[in-house]
C-alpha cells in the first residue's frame, strides 16, 4: 500500500451511502487518506436526509455533488468499497475490493438512516486501522 492510500466508495446514486462514507474517511483520516466517490447511476443531489445525519457528526457533505464512477478512478484507487452497485465496477489487478452490504437511504426516515450512517462509519474506521495502522 503506498503512502498515502487511494480509497473509492461506490453506490447507485453517489447520493448517500458513498457520500457518507467519504465524509468519515475524509474527517477521520485526517487528510492521509485520499478519498473519491462515484455512483454507476448518480443522482441529482446528494439525499437531505444523510446531510442532516453527517451534520450531526460534524461533518458537513452538502457541498458534496453525486459523480459517476469512472474506470480511470478505479484504476487509480488502492481500495474500492461497492455499496450495492452489482457488477459495474471494473475489476484491475492488485486492487483490494470489498462490497459492503448497506441499505440504500433514499426514502428512508431520520432513524433509519442513522442506522446506516452509523453501520458506515463503523465500517470506515475498521478500513482505516488497516489502511494507517499507525494513526
Not at 498515502?4 to 462514507?21: D, E, K, Y
Not at 483520516?29 to 450531526?56: D, F, K, T
Not at 486492487?95 to 433514499?106: A, Q
Amino acid at each position: 500500500m503506498p503512502s498515502t492510500p487511494t480509497v473509492l466508495f461506490v453506490c447507485i446514486h453517489n447520493a448517500g451511502r458513498s457520500q457518507m462514507a467519504a465524509g468519515y474517511m475524509t474527517a477521520l483520516s485526517g487528510g492521509a487518506v485520499i478519498v473519491r466517490s462515484g455512483g454507476s447511476e448518480p443522482g441529482h443531489e446528494i439525499n437531505p436526509v444523510a446531510i442532516q445525519v453527517m451534520a450531526e457528526e460534524g461533518i458537513d457533505i452538502s457541498h458534496a455533488v453525486p459523480q459517476l464512477m469512472t474506470t480511470e478512478a478505479v484504476r487509480e484507487s488502492d481500495v474500492v468499497i461497492t455499496m450495492g452497485c452489482g457488477d459495474v465496477c471494473p475489476i484491475f489487478p492488485g486492487k483490494r475490493y470489498e462490497d459492503w452490504e448497506l441499505v440504500d437511504p433514499k426514502g428512508k426516515g431520520i432513524d433509519e438512516v442513522r442506522a446506516i450512517r452509523d453501520s458506515i462509519k463503523g465500517r470506515v474506521t475498521a478500513l482505516l486501522s488497516e489502511l494507517l495502522p499507525e494513526v
